[in-house]
């Protein structure tokens, strides 16, 4: 089955610098990779999500990159800003149990 | 409801009692998983249900903890003789196909057991 590895498990960044966040997942026939992110008492929520046909997908400040010959996939987020502090989680689908598995998480902190 | 729904939100109960908690999931997902969140820790998987097929139970910790899904709808997590560990937030969370569509969770159910 899938195993999907998140590093770091905590990062702090400068506001207004770059965050980055990766992970690598073990089934080679997995072709969906959400990003969730959990503010600090609420719901993980859906930020953005890549599938296997594509590379890179960008949305305003948050990007994500798929390399799906060495299985890994990371989260981009520009800019960074104090809203952004939060856990985030990647996930990848597993194809032989047909279900979403998830990273450990990071926290992010962002400083002012 | 368009979302998850869970309840109850906050379920205070002591050591040695049974729990239910219960989880709607967004009409016509065929998917739905229980996670436990205790604090400041990851999303820990502890069963799975897709349409028909028999439940992944494979992150379930003890034989304490069993879960239903009674006409491929609403979930029942049930966790039997209590312990203090068990004191977490459960998250559920439905989708409509499992594995390649958005997840969505429900706002959780914070048990203390005191």
């Known amino acids: 089955g899938e195993n999907v590895e998140q590093h770091p498990s905590t990062l702090s960044v400068q506001e207004g610098d770059s965050a980055v966040i990766k992970c690598t997942y073990s089934?080679?026939?997995?072709?969906?990779f959400p990003w969730y992110k959990q503010e600090l008492g609420k719901r993980p929520q859906l930020i953005i999500d890549?599938?296997?046909?594509?590379g890179e997908k960008k949305d305003q400040r948050i990007a994500v990159t798929l390399n799906k010959t060495a299985k890994h996939f990371s989260l981009h987020i520009t800019e960074t800003q104090p809203e952004d502090s939060a856990v985030y989680f990647c996930?990848?689908?597993?194809?032989?149990?047909?279900?979403?598995?998830f990273g450990s998480g990071t926290r992010l902190s962002i400083r002012p | 409801g368009a979302g998850v729904s869970q309840s109850p939100s906050n379920k205070v109960t002591e050591k040695g009692k049974d729990v239910e908690l219960r989880c709607d999931p967004i009409?016509?997902?065929?998917?739905l998983y229980w996670y436990r969140q205790s604090l400041g820790q990851g999303l820990e998987f502890l069963i799975y249900?897709?349409?028909?097929?028999?439940?992944?139970k494979s992150g379930l910790p003890s034989d304490r903890f069993s879960a239903e899904r009674t006409g491929g709808s609403v979930s029942t997590l049930t966790i039997q003789r209590t312990q203090q560990e068990d004191s977490a937030v459960y998250l559920c969370?439905?989708?409509?196909?499992?594995?390649?569509?958005?997840?969505?969770f429900g706002q959780g159910t914070r048990l203390t057991v005191v």
């Open positions: 969370a439905s989708s409509s196909d499992g594995r390649d569509t958005e997840a969505f």
């Open positions: 996930a990848a689908g597993d194809s032989s149990a047909s279900k979403i598995i």
């Open positions: 890549i599938r296997s046909n594509v």
């Open positions: 009409s016509g997902h065929t998917a």
């Open positions: 089934d080679s026939a997995s072709n969906y």
């Open positions: 249900f897709q349409g028909n097929s028999a439940p992944d």
